[in-house]
């Protein structure tokens, strides 16, 4: 993952452009991807894809020639979708077009204008206080065009057509938490799913630009997403915070269940969020029209650290444990989706007699083994109301226990996975 | 206010008769009043309107011809509703028709006996130690006749017919707190609202005696009630406690949720209590054949304190600061509900642009702003099931914040006002 | 109490034979009882009822000829349905039928193996530590043969066909807490259920072998279960432990809400647990098929104390004011559930004017007594949705102060029984 993240990290990425095609490329590289391309103009939801923007040089010299800030030096330094510029200007209107970080002097910050034409460079503090009166010479050398927007797909296939969606945001440029963790730890999730036996549902992985990239794939995806049981965006997943679980709207879905058992069966530090609807694309996927069960996965929450949307944000702040821990949390989350069944016990009338079976222990009188305890709850609560996550809940047992006795009770015929 | 209350002391009242026409006629000169009169005999609901009750001169004289207790002096001294009386007795024959508080020696009790006839004086328990044997002469000079009980309404109007209800009991002789306070604050409370932008509701005030005034009202206007979505009682806020508010039965409905988050949001003391079918007003609107959304404001609970129905209830309890800062949460209140509509999202899928409608800063990568912020959340939660204050509440927004993102969105069509 | 479970205790138990017999014919003596018989080989729900078993003689003599186990010592020393045998065998394999707790060396286990042939003896640990390498001759005099399952009725009829049920086992051999304890409560409830005045719902006392002694319950009652209304197994009254509360699967029914507040109501040292489908025979009752209202009251909980199924649940452990204790709150449980009924407020419009009914004091302006409160909660209550134990713990009053209001306020006709 650490190596992906730096082979990711100097691209300059942004909504649109050559920038998000490289990076597609490279994770092709260890995931076959579908990739996707969207003219621009085309209508979206609520939204239009906008031109294609790709950016060569950028800068600002002094009156001397001196460059001050070069786009070769942080793609930081531009704001993103900048239009093409080239003039001079002397200091006074020039700093109405930089971004800086009083409070923050070193951090270069990080500053878009998709929507809205104009142009601007990111500096620091301490930069931006040096500059000089007198006349700047301005070059962006950018284009806005009619061209497309790009996201790609992966897919784990599973039994049956039921989808986990795993979403990560392809746009940022040189940001290393946010979200080159995200997309470094989905990629290697993929992976790790590939390797592992064939699941029940299908997991699909969602590489695209943040919020328009997410809102194509919706309207794109429209007649497809009632297959979604579940699904999470991933971000900011390499820095220290404890693993953090944001909940879907709804609260109480799969995807909420799995996530809280799994952090609580789990000594990993970890903390909850309730759902709210700013953040990273989960705010569209919950959006009232769609309500889709997705939740998220971060450390850090986005604007709540220094180096959030800074340069501040870069390798140094990757810590590869993390990623780990992130991945093996993440791993077992799908897995107990995937093996989150709803039974009905076949034999509801008392309680049935296990020892014919040979699932109980023929001396009786002694204290009772986890697995036949979760047997008798798994009976009991097989009445087509609870999921294996609820009786696990309700029991206290840890779920695979739970999953083990169901197991064990659908080999006799005792209880019979639910169809909905 | 607190001249409002000094007037309205000294008069006789009771649920019916003059003391009630004089104090309505007090309060018409501030607000126009209707004033309401409905013949002695009328069956309303479950009851029947009493014989009208006057008292002239009420006293007890010793063997000496010294009069121990006498009207005059306070009204409390005559059992409300006691019939007329001219006899002699002796002290132990007295001593049944007496009424004090060995606990509290110096207050004089209020009493009544509405519904039973029968007769009798309050005093204080001081006093009554000092009555020496012998015969006593009393004098009641009261008249029980046929006439009518009289209530009062004045409306502030709104643009629609939907109606909140602000109740107060004009039946309590010189007592100050229960319930002049409520009526002086009632007062003011018309008159502010008057002063302020019409509202979407009406906002209706009912000045009735205790029980079998607002019963002769609901019985009036039981086919009107359906418009009511909200209200509450007036009762004791002159006093030092903290100002609190008794919940409607229902405990959720809108008047319920607008006081918690006024309260809340302001920095008075105060406390809650859940419906109780005990103390004023409030138990009739919530009876189970209407099940009103009535709660109650007061600030010293009915029976709790050591003035409470007694001499004690006087003036000197009267602090004008409590007052008016019960007159400026009401005010808050009523405007909470009075903004509190439900909206539907236009654009529900996925999140709209908002940039595009002027909505959005043009510059993004930085913390967001709470408007902008609740704009989201007005977006996500209005899916018909949301009404602003439980935007308000999920959010953890200020409640205006949120109204004012709502008429934002309303503007530029991306939510409209949902039509019941 | 104690005599009962004195003369109870040597009787050789099992699941079927002559001890559930004999000791079915004592309880006779107490209370009348219907005994059934069911042939062995009948199916019931998922079970069959197997072949009955008795036993005569059965011991373990060394190569000497000396006996070093024996039945008639104790008759936990027999593992429960143990086949016939007589063998010569080395202690080595000897050893293989030997049940004995390392960690209690004093104590002998209650072993059981009603439904695999084999055959065992338990023993304290210390006393098998002494036995000597050689050859040792084993005799069990058992009969596993065709017979019947015995299981006994007793009914405290009601006015109505609703009844309560309470279930206790009568299988165990010599454990006095477990379960001679609550069958002696259970005969104990009958007597004084039947010495008080006739209820209106039917109490219905079942004695029945553990498991299959109540699966064939189930099975031939099947059509009658409908009528049960509350219900409760008895097990382990007699120990130091605080009075324990099992709840059903539902956790909300009558019983479970009728327990809650007469222990809380009480002085008595107490403690709840929710429901899981382990323990007695409430998890058949609660069964997905059944769901039946069935909680349980026991003291310590099963498998918890060092006591538990081993010869320390013997007479020592038997506490009479323990006993008494439960018999009271039991007693009281079943008053509270057959007088729990919902009521329909019959003027549910306002509050009805309760003085002309003689229900309320003729003189007002005092405080409320709690028989007044109860009957204003009673009436703003009784919406058809609140029984009186909604009401107790709503109004935080005393269940008979509610009672006795709602009793009052039937006999006025302003509140009327809701037939369901």
Redo the contacts between chains.
């Keep these: 993952m650490i190596s992906l993240i730096e082979r990711l990290f100097p691209i300059t990425r942004s909504i649109t452009g050559d920038g998000v095609r490289e990076t597609l490329s490279i994770i092709n590289e260890h995931i076959p991807l579908v990739v996707h391309e969207v003219p621009s103009g085309t209508s979206v939801?609520?939204?239009t894809v906008p031109p294609e923007w790709n950016v060569g040089e950028a800068w600002i010299r002094d009156s001397s020639g001196r460059t001050v800030v070069d786009l070769v030096d942080s793609n930081l330094h531009l704001?993103s979708y900048s239009i093409p510029v080239h003039t001079n200007l002397p200091l006074d209107e020039l700093q109405q077009h930089l971004?800086s970080l009083p409070d923050r002097p070193d951090l270069i910050?990080?500053?878009?204008?998709?929507?809205?034409e104009?142009w601007?460079f990111c500096l620091s503090h301490r930069l931006r206080e040096t500059l000089a009166d007198g006349e700047y010479e301005v070059f962006i050398g950018s284009t806005l065009e009619p061209g497309s927007l790009t996201y790609a797909e992966h897919v784990v296939a599973g039994d049956s057509t039921g989808e986990i969606i795993v979403s990560s945001h392809v746009c940022h440029p040189s940001l290393a938490n946010d979200n080159l963790s995200g997309v470094a730890v989905a990629v290697a999730l993929a992976q790790r799913l590939a390797s592992n036996t064939r699941g029940r549902l299908t997991t699909r992985f969602v590489f695209a630009p943040g919020?328009i990239g997410?809102?194509t794939w919706?309207e794109r995806n429209?007649d497809q997403i009632g297959r979604i049981q579940a699904g999470f965006t991933l971000v900011s997943l390499a820095d220290g915070a404890p693993l953090t679980y944001k909940r879907t709207?709804d609260g109480r879905s799969v995807i909420d269940r799995a996530a809280a058992l799994v952090l609580e069966e789990s000594d990993v530090s970890h903390r909850f969020l309730d759902f709210?609807?700013?953040g990273y694309d989960e705010?569209?996927y919950?959006?009232?029209?769609?309500r889709l069960p997705v939740g998220s996965f971060m450390r850090s929450v986005h604007?709540q650290t220094p180096e959030y949307?800074t340069s501040g944000d870069n390798l140094d702040l990757v810590d590869p444990a993390q990623l780990e821990e992130a991945l093996d949390v993440l791993t077992r989350v799908i897995e107990v989706v995937d093996r989150n069944l709803t039974y009905v016990?076949q034999?509801?009338?008392?309680?049935?007699?296990l020892?014919?079976r040979g699932l109980y222990e023929?001396?009786?009188?002694?204290?009772?083994a986890d697995l036949q305890?979760a047997m008798?709850?798994v009976?009991?609560?097989?009445?087509g109301e609870h999921d294996l996550l609820a009786i696990a809940e309700r029991?206290d047992l840890p779920f695979d226990t739970v999953a083990e006795a169901a197991d064990l009770l659908a080999e006799t015929g005792l209880v019979q996975e639910s169809v909905p």
Tied chains: 1, 2, 3.
């Excluded at 910050?109 to 809205?116: A, G, K, M, V």
């Excluded at 034999?347 to 007699?353: D, H, K, L, N, R």
């Design positions: 939801l609520d939204w704001v971004h910050p990080y500053r878009t204008s998709y929507y809205t104009t601007g919020t997410t809102i919706l429209r709207f709210y609807p700013y705010r569209h919950n959006s009232p029209g769609f604007g949307h016990n034999a509801p009338y008392g309680e049935p007699q020892g014919k023929a001396i009786g009188g002694k204290n009772i305890l008798l709850w009976l009991n609560l097989s009445d029991s």
